[in-house]
């Protein structure tokens, strides 16, 4: 603007492109300056985004966006604490949201909120998984219900997106109060070992309400996460590892729920322990489940879900042929690979993130049953152990099954049965599917008997010895069409791949509904 003496007209110079041009570039600079000095972690937000896409892939959204007018505070710095963008990951697109402890700690306002909740509307309007990278104070308390009403947002967008993008979360520093539930509805939720924590409240909060004394660690440190309460999924050893750990769990799904899982060359079964000696001829005695799957799988390469936790049932994620199937198998190693809460309810889950995602089901079968015990009975082991029937009754993907020794009872029934609707069920010489397992059954149908004879250990020797014959084998349930082949253990592979290449095809209309209600 020029200056204009008494009387004059003031007129105004505009602005050249090259000056709004430089402009630009002054303010950009600003915005993507450090709010501070690093306050935890190995990296800063934008630094976590680039070591997980690709190079030079990620485009950022929301740059210039800044917090309201908040009274007296005058501090609005570009971006309020969350990048957002979308980039590509090995050549396939993700959007992605980075919390920025250097901004207010990370704590969500309304205006990081909105940017939050309009990538993951942009996630759901192209069809791709949503990545967040949560490190946050949790909500803003100068801005009051604002921040809240974000949160609630925010849970209404991981709902409306689950079962149609996959959505994962890695918590690389604190995830407290309202912030955690968000996480809790994802897919996936990865966390680091001795530097993530997530709790619904702190340790003061509760030494205050309660009384007890505790640590974040052990509330809800990374260990804790994994091992106690099953909240996350994996446990990476730091930054990096995690970000790998994202990376290689998106090369197993599929960018949303109308697409294929990625396919890649087909792989091998590893050289290894020949599978017709692995399982021990002494039913009581424990093996390592592993050395089946690693053999059946493609060079032996699982990615285990929740591997520390419910150590009694094994998830995973694997490829057979070059494509992605979802593993579920008893552990005999821990607990003899019995059903419990913590075991049914991890599998469920996970049976049911593989039917959303068109991931075929491959289920191994060793199971004594259900865990019985007071304890059991009155955490709801009937309710909550209902949630992996439900989960494979209700899956639609293509279900294989392979009985590997005992199925008694209703873990017969619920580890991929026929009954349950399972496509392809084969069985090894080894399997024993029954009511119970012999002792008991013995115990059970001839008590008089053994009550009332003169040598009763005598007896029970030739009565175990008759049931097993009978019933401690496959053969009945052949017979019945329960189990469509009986095969020897090295054929597995083999006939794996048969039974996954001819149910590719695969289609399973349901009955029109809103949605089945899962007793959860």
Same mark, same amino acid.
């Given at each position: 603007?020029?200056?204009?003496?008494?009387?004059?007209?003031?007129?105004?110079?505009?602005?050249?492109?090259?000056?709004?041009?430089?402009?630009?570039?002054?303010?950009?600079?600003?915005?993507?300056?450090?709010?501070?000095?690093?306050?935890?972690?190995?990296?800063?937000?934008?630094?976590?985004?680039?070591?997980?896409?690709?190079?030079?892939?990620?485009?950022?959204?929301?740059?210039?966006?800044?917090?309201?007018?908040?009274?007296?505070?005058?501090?609005?710095?570009?971006?309020?604490?969350?990048?957002?963008?979308?980039?590509?990951?090995?050549?396939?697109?993700?959007?992605?949201?980075?919390?920025?402890?250097?901004?207010?700690?990370?704590?969500?306002?309304?205006?990081?909120?909105?940017?939050?909740?309009?990538?993951?509307?942009?996630?759901?309007?192209?069809?791709?998984?949503?990545?967040?990278?949560?490190?946050?104070?949790?909500?803003?308390?100068?801005?009051?219900?604002?921040?809240?009403?974000?949160?609630?947002?925010?849970?209404?967008?991981?709902?409306?997106?689950?079962?149609?993008?996959?959505?994962?979360?890695?918590?690389?520093?604190?995830?407290?109060?309202?912030?955690?539930?968000?996480?809790?509805?994802?897919?996936?939720?990865?966390?680091?070992?001795?530097?993530?924590?997530?709790?619904?409240?702190?340790?003061?909060?509760?030494?205050?309400?309660?009384?007890?004394?505790?640590?974040?660690?052990?509330?809800?440190?990374?260990?804790?996460?994994?091992?106690?309460?099953?909240?996350?999924?994996?446990? +990476?050893? *730091?930054?990096? !590892?995690? /970000?790998?750990? %994202?990376? $290689?769990?998106?090369?197993? @799904? &599929?960018?949303?729920? #109308?697409?294929?899982?990625?396919?890649?060359?087909?792989?091998?079964?590893?050289?290894?322990?020949?599978?017709?000696?692995?399982?021990?001829?002494?039913?009581?005695? +424990?093996? *390592?489940?592993? !050395?089946? /799957?690693?053999? %059946?799988? $493609?060079?032996?390469?699982? @990615? &285990?879900?929740?591997? #520390?936790?419910?150590?009694?049932?094994?998830?995973?994620?694997?490829?057979?042929?070059?494509?992605?199937?979802?593993?579920?198998?008893?552990?005999?190693?821990?607990? +003899?690979?019995?059903?419990?809460?913590?075991?049914?309810?991890?599998?469920?889950?996970?049976?049911?993130?593989?039917?959303?995602?068109?991931?075929?089901?491959?289920?191994?079968?060793?199971?004594?049953?259900?865990?019985?015990?007071?304890?059991?009975?009155?955490?709801?082991?009937?309710?909550?152990? +209902?949630?992996?029937?439900?989960?494979?009754?209700?899956?639609?993907?293509?279900?294989?099954?392979?009985?590997?020794?005992?199925?008694?009872?209703?873990?017969?029934?619920?580890?991929?049965?026929?009954?349950?609707?399972?496509?392809?069920?084969?069985?090894?010489?080894?399997?024993?599917?029954?009511?119970?397992?012999?002792?008991?059954?013995?115990?059970?149908?001839?008590?008089?008997?053994?009550?009332?004879?003169?040598?009763?250990?005598?007896?029970?020797?030739?009565?175990?010895?008759?049931?097993?014959?009978?019933?401690?084998?496959?053969?009945?349930?052949?017979?019945?069409?329960?189990?469509?082949?009986?095969?020897?253990?090295?054929?597995?592979?083999?006939?794996?791949?048969?039974?996954?290449?001819?149910?590719?095809?695969?289609?399973?209309?349901?009955?029109?509904?809103?949605?089945?209600?899962?007793?959860?």
């Amino acid at each position: 603007m020029t200056a204009s003496g008494p009387g004059e007209t003031a007129t105004h110079t505009p602005e050249g492109t090259a000056q709004r041009v430089a402009g630009l570039e002054h303010r950009r600079e600003r915005a993507l300056a450090p709010g501070g000095p690093r306050r935890r972690g190995e990296y800063r937000a934008r630094e976590r985004i680039e070591r997980l896409l690709d190079k030079d892939s990620f485009t950022e959204t929301g740059l210039f966006v800044r917090a309201r007018p908040a009274g007296h505070d005058a501090r609005r710095p570009c971006g309020d604490g969350v990048v957002t963008g979308y980039g590509t990951v090995d050549g396939r697109p993700v959007c992605v949201f980075a919390q920025d402890s250097t901004v207010f700690g990370g704590s969500m306002g309304e205006a990081f909120g909105e940017k939050t909740v309009a990538l993951m509307d942009l996630a759901l309007k192209t069809g791709c998984p949503v990545i967040g990278l949560n490190d946050s104070g949790g909500a803003r308390i100068q801005e009051g219900v604002a921040a809240l009403a974000l949160y609630a947002e925010l849970v209404r967008r991981n709902v409306k997106a689950s079962g149609v993008i996959p959505q994962i979360s890695v918590v690389l520093g604190p995830c407290a109060g309202g912030a955690a539930y968000s996480p809790a509805i994802t897919d996936f939720t990865v966390m680091v070992d001795g530097a993530s924590h997530m709790f619904v409240t702190g340790p003061d909060v509760i030494e205050t309400v309660t009384g007890e004394r505790t640590t974040a660690e052990e509330l809800g440190g990374a260990r804790a996460s994994n091992t106690v309460n099953g909240n996350a999924h994996f446990l +990476a050893a *730091d930054e990096g !590892d995690a /970000l790998d750990t %994202v990376r $290689d769990l998106l090369s197993y @799904l &599929p960018a949303n729920n #109308l697409e294929r899982p990625p396919e890649y060359a087909p792989g091998h079964a590893p050289p290894g322990m020949a599978l017709d000696e692995v399982v021990p001829d002494r039913l009581g005695e +424990a093996y *390592d489940m592993r !050395d089946i /799957l690693h053999a %059946v799988v $493609d060079d032996g390469e699982l @990615l &285990p879900v929740q591997e #520390l936790f419910a150590p009694n049932i094994i998830c995973a994620l694997a490829r057979v042929e070059g494509r992605s199937v979802g593993v579920v198998a008893n552990q005999p190693l821990h607990a +003899a690979g019995v059903l419990d809460i913590d075991a049914s309810e991890k599998a469920a889950r996970f049976v049911r993130f593989c039917d959303a995602f068109g991931i075929p089901l491959l289920t191994f079968a060793d199971v004594p049953g259900y865990l019985s015990g007071v304890r059991q009975e009155q955490a709801g082991i009937i309710r909550r152990g +209902a949630k992996l029937l439900y989960a494979y009754a209700e899956a639609t993907v293509p279900k294989v099954t392979v009985v590997v020794r005992k199925a008694y009872g209703g873990g017969y029934a619920v580890m991929g049965s026929k009954h349950l609707g399972a496509d392809v069920n084969l069985a090894w010489p080894t399997a024993r599917i029954a009511v119970m397992g012999a002792e008991g059954a013995v115990g059970v149908l001839h008590r008089r008997e053994l009550a009332a004879s003169d040598h009763p250990e005598a007896l029970r020797a030739r009565l175990l010895a008759a049931y097993e014959r009978t019933h401690g084998t496959p053969y009945l349930a052949a017979e019945r069409g329960y189990v469509d082949a009986v095969i020897a253990p090295r054929e597995t592979r083999e006939q794996v791949c048969r039974a996954l290449r001819a149910l590719r095809g695969k289609r399973a209309p349901m009955p029109e509904r809103r949605h089945g209600n899962i007793p959860l």
